[in-house]
T-cell receptor, first 117, second 114 residues
Framework: NAGVTQTPKFRVLKTGQSMTLLCAQD?????MYWYRQDPGMGLRLIHY???????AKGEVPDGYNVSRLKKQNFLLGLESAAPSQTSVYFC????????????????FGDGTRLSIL | AQSVTQPDIHITVSEGASLELRCNYS??????LFWYVQSPGQGLQLLLK??????LVQGIKGFEAEFKRSQSSFNLRKPSVHWSDAAEYFC????????????FGTGTRLQVTL
């Protein structure tokens, strides 16, 4: 049972290059999220999606774009990478709770370590 | 807006000793609270969660946490720490609404000495 799979696991980019991080989940979850983790700052939400074809901004969306064309996939794009985007990126997914507006735990991938020179 | 504070950046305990990791939250309504653990190079694994009901919740790996509304706290405890518990621990608060967004604390790194 794969759960949440992130590719690639590591990547080094030069400033100004573009790339896409892929997140795939096989749990039929409705919601998907992208976070970045930086030392001493915990995880911060970049963008999220509540269903296929929908996306929304999180806490730190600038410099990133996302797409959710298929329910199982959530893509995170960097159009013009900057050194400030050096981070570890985590994807997560979950589904709505049984009760309206309840929170179900999020399932996390193993992360993508991205360095921008 | 909601927030989470983990006042201890780094904690060192001896194997077999008890452990308490502190978490304080700020949120205007009844919170959904979570503790996650992250081993080096890995993603986050859920230890336990609080939604409602009994304020003492049991989790995996022998961990428990107690929700104290009056203190806005959700501290994580373990009676006897094992060397394999060395990791980073994150407390998070969930926000009610149309998406299950989480706000994380900055984490506490646990070191276990033998």
């Amino acid at each position: 049972n794969a759960g949440v799979t992130q590719t690639p696991k590591f990547r080094v980019l030069k400033t100004g290059q573009s790339m896409t991080l892929l997140c795939a989940q096989d749990m039929n979850h409705e919601y998907m999220y992208w976070y970045r983790q930086d030392p001493g700052m915990g995880l911060r939400l970049i963008h999220y999606s509540v269903g296929e074809g929908t996306t929304a901004k999180g806490e730190v969306p600038d410099g990133y774009n996302v797409s959710r064309l298929k329910k199982q996939n959530f893509l995170l794009g960097l159009e013009s990478a900057a050194p400030s985007q050096t981070s570890v990126y985590f994807c997560a997914s979950n589904s709505p709770g049984q009760r309206r507006y309840s929170n179900q735990p999020q399932h996390f991938g193993d992360g993508t370590r991205l360095s921008i020179l | 807006a909601q927030s989470v504070t983990q006042p201890d950046i780094h904690i060192t305990v001896s194997e077999g000793a008890s452990l308490e990791l502190r978490c304080n939250y700020s949120y205007g309504a009844t919170p959904y609270l979570f503790w996650y653990v992250q081993s080096p190079g890995q993603g986050l694994q859920l230890l336990l969660k609080y939604f409602s009901g009994d304020t003492l919740v049991q989790g995996i790996k022998g961990f428990e946490a107690e929700f104290k509304r009056s203190q806005s706290s959700f501290n994580l405890r373990k009676p006897s720490v094992h060397w394999s518990d060395a990791a980073e621990y994150f407390c998070a608060v969930g926000v009610t609404g149309t998406a299950s967004k989480l706000t994380f604390g900055t984490g506490t790194r646990l070191q276990v000495t033998l």
